[in-house]
Structures are given as C-alpha cells and as structure tokens.
C-alpha cells in the first residue's frame, strides 16, 4: 500500500508497528522443508532449465518496453567510451591499463611509459590480450590481478579468473618477452594469494588438497615455495584451524632487516599477526581488530578499529599507529621501543584508507562523507603531516603511485562531476593528467545532502540528485541507493562513468527526470568503525531502521511518494532491500536486488557464507532469534502489498551462492507477485564480465524501474 502525502510522524509510526508485528510474526519454523532447495544446485540441468525460462521470461517482459532499447545503448556508449578514465596501476616507470571496448569486452592489458602518460600522452603498448587468449584456450578468462617481483618489475603473477568467479588461475609472466613463462610458477583455478620473496620464491596459500580449505572455502595453509621444484615440497609457513577464515603472508624488504608477516583471519574481522622468524611463527600482541596496512621503515603501519591499552598506553579507536614488530612480539624477544600515533580521528574527521609506501604514507579521510588527503613524511625523528590541495567535496581515491619515489596519482569526482585523474609529484604539486568527459547533462543536475533522524535518534546522512527544476510535489520518480555493512563506505560518484554505485544511471535516470538518493546507513564506513560495529549481529536492524527513515525524510520532504520510490541495494545491500521491501512495503513502488544474501538460515552453509558470521551471526545457535526478525526468505509470506521486484545475480559467483536469488524468486512468484529475474551466467560477484553483459542488465533494471515508478 501507499500512503499519500501528508503523514503525521504519529501515522508513520502506527503503521510501521503494525507492519513489523505481521512482518515478525510471518517467521516459519527453522525445521520447515525447503521447497526450493533444489536451485542451490548451481549447475544442475533442472535449475539451469529454471534460470534459462526466466531470463527468457524478463527479456521478452522488459525488452519490448519502448525505453529499453535507448538505456541499453545509452549504458553501452558510456561505459565503452574511448576517453574513459583509464583505471591504473604503476610497475617501475610504466602505467598499466586494461582497456576494454567493444571489439575487446575482456580487454587488454597495456602499459605506457610513465613520462608519456604523466603528459597526457601516452604511448600503448600491448602486455597481454585476454580476449586473444579467451579465444585460444576456449575459456572466458576474466583478468583479477598482476603480481609483479619488485624493484625490477620483469616477472608478475598473473591470475586469471574464469568467467569472473573469485577463484583463479595462476600463471608466471614475463614483461620483457610478453609472455608467459614456461615451467614458471603455475598453479590451477582456485581461491588462493600469492606473493613474491625474491625473484625465484613465492608465498602462496592455496587448495593444496584434501583438508587444506577452511570451512569458509579459502586456504587455511601458506606456504613457501621455491622456483623447480614440485608444489608438493613447498615449505609450509603457518596453518590455520578450518573454523577460521583464511590465511595468508606477505614479505617486506626493509633496507636492514627483512620482515615476512603472517596474518591468519579468525573471522571476517578479526585476526592473528605473526612474524616468521628462524622457522617459527611469533604471535604479535595487537588487538584482534586490528589491520596493519604495510610496513614502512622497518615499522607496522596498524589502524585500530577498537580502542587498544597496551603498556599502560591508551590509543583510540580509528587511530593510525607505526609499531615496532619487535616491541610487540609475544615472545621473550620483546624490545622496547616507541609506539607512534600518526593519526587519530576526532568528531568530525574519519579515517578512510590508507596508503603505505616506501618512505611515505598516504591517509584519506572523510568529513561528512566528503574526502580529503594527507602525506606523512619523516621529519627527522618525528613524522610531517600535510594537507593535499584538493577540492573539500567530492571522492578522493588512490589510483597508483611509485613507492620509491613517493609521486602519485589520485582519482577525484562528484554525483556530477567528472573523474578527474590527477598527478602529486614529491613537492605535493598538484597537475590535472586528464578528466573525463561528460556522459550526461550534469549542469542541470544539484546534489543536496540532508539527514535523518532513525528510530534511535540517530542522524543518517544521505545525498539527493536531481536536476535543478525539480519540483517537490511527491511525484518525481526516485531511486534510493545503499549497503549498509562490512565497513563499506559510500561515497559520491560520478553518475556515468562506472558501476560504483547504481551502474551508469546518468542518461537512464537522471536526464529523464529521475532522481538518485543514496543513504549512508548505519554499518557502512562511513563514520568510522564505531558506525559501522553500532549495526553488527544483533543490532542489524538498526540498518534497516536507517533505510526506511531515509525514505520516510523523502516523503516529508516531497521529493517523492512510496509509489514513486524505488530502491537498490547488492549483496549485503540486497539483503538490506529484501529485508525492508518485507517490513515496509508501504514505502516503496519498486525493488532491484542485486546479488543478494535472502536466505540467513543457511546463508553460512552457501559457498564463502560461513566467512560472514561475525557480521550477521550463527543461525545454527541463539543468533538465530535475531537473525529470522529480518531474513527475508523465512519472512516472505502470501498475500501481503509488496512492490514488483528484479532480482540479478550470476550463475559463477562463488561468493554469494546465486541460490538465494533464484529461492526467493521462485517462492515469490509461487505467491503470486510480480517479479523479474535475470541471472548471467557468468560475471562471478560483480554480476557481469564484460560492458555488453553490464548494459543489458541495467537497461534491465532501469526499464523495470521506470516501468513501475512512472
């Protein structure tokens, strides 16, 4: 149902209880059968046959709709663009970019001279053709990431995903000759990281074979392995119980004292760091929330995400510390020395990532979800702070950089700016190296940042889009974007260059008079890991009490009406909007759900689910009474006023099981609402392995959307 303009916060009120009541109580028995089991089997012909009819079923649906044709070509045009800012990566003096365009949906792998690239110019040379290489090995390679043995930069690990799934392939390559290197380091498609010691030994955590996976599916045994010689005769460093996550080590080369850091991940956020020293793995007294970042000058580059007493030294939480391994070693060995604070936040200043190169350290933070970038240098004895002269709104993001020299690139943009690439030489200069083009008509559009109040009181910031004109009478078609968990923060993009947000939404909702909202709810990053922990396990609905105030501040506002108000959310944000599209349907006229979690009785039974527990919690114990409150496929029921749904996922994501989307449809569509389905078949994750694939799916959503919120 939709409620009309006005509604008294009392109203409001009333009818969410009501609806939460009839939501909580829909809960079915944990012991119910699952009468749609059978499509979690991925590759079963029986669910493959069901996927096929609905993909079937949604183009035909939504195909013939008269916007559909346009926002495909419209997506297609921006996201193939020839003046796309390139994504890049710095090896030594050269800039690496894989280009992809219509002729190559996969890409290819190229790189430019430093110099060139830095003057606008650059000179590409082709490194490697994944399409080229698709089509000779008759497999649909999706390059994940290059690996290269540093200072001088000549063989790099490549690992290459088929059709897009988080597991890869592992192959040595040679920079000098372009190609792969016969009998170099090779090891078959699994999930697995991979890093270089010297120029002939690698450290490398993979499926080594039976009992070798933890329970979440990732390597629970690193190893050192030495170039000729079998995998089978590799140095074991460190193994993990298979109740943990992962496990994985790094080697840092110090210009005294080489360092090789073991990090066993015990949950999705905590973890063990250990030193390997002498053959043995020394445990590092650092909080258990605790993420080192690099090692710079022989020193632990540590962010704490919980406050830490140590020595009779209180240090906050968010706080940037350099820590002395050895003046943290569990062991006798243990030496005193100075643990430094390089940077704390403060009520108004978050820290947001950091960077760790050779000498210097890069830190972003966010106030008020906007950016800003600082460099730390020695002074001396002490550490130099400065302020990049950058604009104060918009997304800063590191983009590459030199870690000997300290130069880098950055990456900055609005909702309705273009990204802007952006060079910082070693005398902070700031020089524009190129700006993308304008996909859409964004002086026509203004971003507004307004807040909430949830059902705590707690103020939920969020961005409106939407063109100059707009008139707040309640009927302009709006779409709220957000995630809301595992520390994810989202912050501002531009509207038409890429898939950060709500995919390229420029031409296909803003120019048509749509406007975008996007909520930074309770979970996320956004003001740092206590904001993020205040929406952990039992207190998850906080996110959701977050979303729906959002939604209800738009109607106050007349920015929009529930019929006219859509929401997306992926992942961890499909579950947020499947949760609410079930306990307030009075809120919204449309959903896209996006590779979500739905099903939480046995979300951690599902491919990497079980990695996921110290997020949401054990559904096999007590965690279980606060988990059904909102999971959404124990709490669908019959005969309710939900909104029409599309739900997308991937048949090859091996991260979130495609199992939850096709249960969900299917159970929905069995009570008879209106649902359109779309899984590709490849994609992995992110939904789509190619520019093709990803404009057929938004003009998918985009048609859905428009199609009900008009």
Request: charged content about 20%; overall charge neutral.
């Given at each position: ?5 006005p509604i008294?916060a ?10 939460l009541?009839v ?8 012991n119910e059968?699952d009468?749609y089991?059978w499509l979690?089997?991925?590759q ?5 046959d069901?996927?096929q009819?609905?993909?079937k ?20 045009d921006?996201l ?5 800012l ?6 030594g003096?050269?800039?690496y970019?894989l ?10 792998l190229?790189r430019s001279p430093?110099?060139?690239f830095k ?5 590409w ?5 994944i399409?080229?290489?698709?089509a000779k090995e008759?497999q ?5 990431e290059?690996v290269?043995h540093?200072p001088?930069?000549k063989r ?22 372009m ?5 170099g380091?090779?090891l078959?498609?699994?999930k697995?990281?991979?890093s270089w010691?010297?120029?002939d030994e690698i ?7 039976a009992?070798s996976m ?6 629970r045994t690193?190893k050192?392995w ?12 460190f193994?993990?119980?298979?109740s ?7 080697y840092f080369?110090?210009?005294t004292?080489p ?14 760091y250990?030193?390997h ?6 445990p590092?007294?650092l909080p258990?929330?605790?993420?080192v970042e690099?090692?710079v000058?022989?020193?632990?580059v540590?962010s704490?995400?919980r ?5 009779g030294?209180h ?5 940037v510390?350099?820590v002395?391994?050895h ?7 243990v030496?005193?020395?100075?643990i ?11 820290i ?7 000498k210097t ?18 002074d001396?004895?002490s550490w ?8 104060a ?5 590191f ?6 020299s300290?130069e ?8 309705i700016?273009?990204?802007?690439l952006?060079?910082?030489?070693d005398?902070?200069t700031?020089s524009?190296?190129?700006?993308q083009?304008?996909?859409f008509?964004?002086e026509?559009?203004?971003v507004?940042?307004?807040f909430?109040?949830?059902?705590d ?19 302009n ?8 968990g595992?520390r994810?923060?989202l912050?501002p993009?531009?509207s038409?260059?890429?898939e950060?947000?709500n ?9 048509r008079g749509?406007?975008?909202?996007l909520?930074?709810i ?14 952990l ?6 996110s ?7 939604a209800?501040?738009l109607?106050?506002r007349g920015?929009?009406?529930?019929k006219?108000l859509?929401?997306e959310?992926r ?7 499947g949760?609410?599209m ?6 919204y006229?449309?959903v896209?759900c996006g590779?979500?979690l739905?099903?939480m ?9 079980a990695?996921?527990?110290?997020e ?10 606060f ?8 709490n669908?029921r019959?005969?309710m006023d939900?909104?029409?749904?599309f ?12 199992g ?15 649902v359109d ?5 490849e994609g992995?994750h ?11 799916r ?9 199609q009900h919120?008009k």
């Amino acid at each position: 149902m939709s409620i009309p303009l006005p509604i008294s916060a009392l109203v409001r009120a009333v009818v969410a209880s009501a609806l939460l009541v009839v939501y909580t109580a829909s809960s079915v028995s944990a012991n119910e059968a699952d009468p749609y089991v059978w499509l979690e089997e991925i590759q079963g012909d029986k669910a493959l046959d069901w996927v096929q009819a609905q993909n079937k079923t949604s183009q035909v649906k939504l195909g013939k709709h008269p916007l559909y044709d346009q926002i495909y070509a419209d997506a297609l045009d921006a996201l193939t663009r020839t003046d796309k800012l390139p994504e890049i990566t710095q090896r030594g003096d050269w800039i690496y970019y894989l280009s992809k365009s219509t002729e190559h949906p996969r890409g290819v792998l190229q790189r430019s001279p430093l110099a060139d690239f830095k003057q606008g110019s650059p000179q590409w040379q082709t490194v490697l053709d994944i399409d080229a290489l698709s089509a000779k090995e008759n497999q649909n390679w999706v390059l994940q990431e290059m690996v290269c043995h540093a200072p001088d930069n000549k063989r790099c690990l490549v690992s290459l995903s088929p059709g897009g799934t988080d597991a890869s392939e592992l192959r040595e390559f040679d920079l000098e000759s372009m190609r792969f290197v016969k009998d170099g380091f090779t090891l078959p498609t699994a999930k697995m990281s991979a890093s270089w010691v010297n120029a002939d030994e690698i450290i490398v955590a993979t499926n080594f074979g039976a009992d070798s996976m933890t329970e979440s599916g990732y390597p629970r045994t690193v190893k050192l392995w030495k170039r000729g010689t079998p995998l089978t005769s590799a140095m074991p460093l460190f193994t993990t119980p298979a109740s943990s996550v992962s496990v994985a080590a790094q080697y840092f080369k110090h210009d005294t004292t080489p360092l090789m850091l073991i990090t066993e991940s015990l949950s999705f956020w905590s973890r063990r760091y250990y030193l390997h020293e002498g053959g043995k793995a020394i445990p590092l007294e650092l909080p258990d929330l605790a993420a080192v970042e690099g090692v710079v000058d022989g020193e632990l580059v540590v962010s704490l995400k919980r406050d830490w007493v140590y020595a009779g030294q209180h240090y906050k939480l968010g706080t940037v510390l350099l820590v002395p391994p050895h003046s943290v070693r569990s062991d006798s060995a243990v030496t005193k020395a100075k643990i430094t604070v390089l940077m704390e936040p403060d009520a108004t200043t978050v820290i947001d990532m950091v960077v760790v190169m050779d000498k210097t350290i890069l830190i972003t933070t966010l106030q008020n979800v906007q950016s800003q970038i600082y460099r730390f240098s020695r002074d001396g004895a002490s550490w130099r702070q400065q302020k990049i002269d950058l604009p104060a709104s918009g997304t800063i993001t590191f983009a590459a950089g030199d870690k000997t020299s300290g130069e880098f690139f950055v990456r900055y943009e609005g909702f309705i700016t273009p990204p802007t690439l952006l060079f910082i030489d070693d005398k902070l200069t700031v020089s524009t190296v190129r700006q993308q083009s304008a996909t859409f008509n964004s002086e026509a559009m203004k971003v507004t940042q307004y807040f909430a109040e949830s059902a705590d009181g707690t103020k939920v910031p969020y961005f409106v889009v939407m063109r100059k004109d707009t008139k707040l009478n309640g009927t302009n078609p709006t779409l709220m974007f957000s995630y809301g968990g595992f520390r994810v923060s989202l912050t501002p993009s531009y509207s038409g260059s890429y898939e950060a947000l709500n995919g390229v939404y420029g031409k296909a909702w803003l120019e048509r008079g749509g406007v975008f909202v996007l909520a930074n709810i309770r979970g996320g990053g956004e003001y740092g890991p206590a904001w993020h922990a205040a929406a952990l396990q039992e207190n998850k609905l906080r996110s959701y009490e977050d979303f729906e105030a959002v939604a209800e501040d738009l109607i106050k506002r007349g920015i929009t009406r529930a019929k006219h108000l859509g929401i997306e959310g992926r992942s961890n944000g499909g579950l947020l909007v499947g949760a609410t599209m079930l306990r307030r349907p009075d809120l919204y006229g449309a959903v896209i759900c996006g590779v979500p979690l739905l099903d939480m009785k046995r979300y951690h039974t599902l491919l990497a689910g079980a990695s996921w527990m110290a997020e949401y919690g054990d559904p096999d114990t007590a965690d279980w009474e606060f988990i059904r409150a909102y999971s959404p496929y124990q709490n669908l029921r019959a005969k309710m006023d939900y909104p029409p749904v599309f739900f997308f996922t991937s048949t090859l994501d091996d991260r979130v099981h495609p199992g939850h989307a096709r249960k969900m449809a299917a159970k929905m569509m069995a009570y008879g609402y209106e649902v359109d389905y779309y899984e590709n078949t490849e994609g992995g994750h992110k939904g789509s392995a190619t520019s093709d694939q990803l404009a057929k799916r938004i003009a998918l959503a985009y048609t859905h959307l428009w199609q009900h919120l008009k």
